[in-house]
């Protein structure tokens, strides 16, 4: 039975982090015109315990074979502390549809700064766009 609530608000709880998330793009969202990308955005939040969270969504003309982000990079106090790439975390990129977003986690130090950039592309019939998006600064607790 604790085993049925503890998943439960788990998923309750990755629930509210990703509607934080894309509730948030709406203000940020850029609009670029492509052939390939409609709009794309990017934010970084403090989450507790020295946590970020890295949010991105991007959406496409049409349907495309490739969307997503190839990597994120978080920069804590200025300085590169990782990199995330989207061989190595499949989430990142979607497949044959028009809208992707997703979330990382950093586990960081409380009261440092970080912010992320964020290579976004979307692909179909042999050709591409990419596009960055840097989001703001946020100091982790």
């Given amino acids: 039975m604790f085993s049925a609530i503890r998943k439960s608000s788990r998923f309750a709880s990755f629930v509210l982090v990703i509607l934080i998330c894309f509730s948030l793009f709406a203000p940020v969202a850029k609009a670029e015109a492509s052939d390939y990308i409609n709009s794309y955005a990017a934010s970084i939040h403090a989450i507790g315990n020295g946590k970020v969270i890295v949010c991105f969504d991007i ?22 502390v990782k990199t995330f790439y989207y061989s190595s975390t499949p989430s990142m990129m979607a497949y044959n549809t028009a809208i992707h977003a997703d979330s990382l986690t950093y586990s960081g130090v409380a009261g440092r700064s970080y912010y992320a950039v964020v290579y976004l592309r979307a692909a179909r019939l042999g050709g591409s766009d990419t596009r960055s998006s840097t989001t703001t600064s946020v100091v982790a607790y």
């Avoid at 349907?63 to 994120?72: D, F, L, N, R, Y």
């Fill in 59 to 80: 959406t496409d003309t049409g349907k495309m074979e490739e969307i997503g982000a190839t990597s994120v990079l978080i920069y804590e106090n200025g300085n590169l």
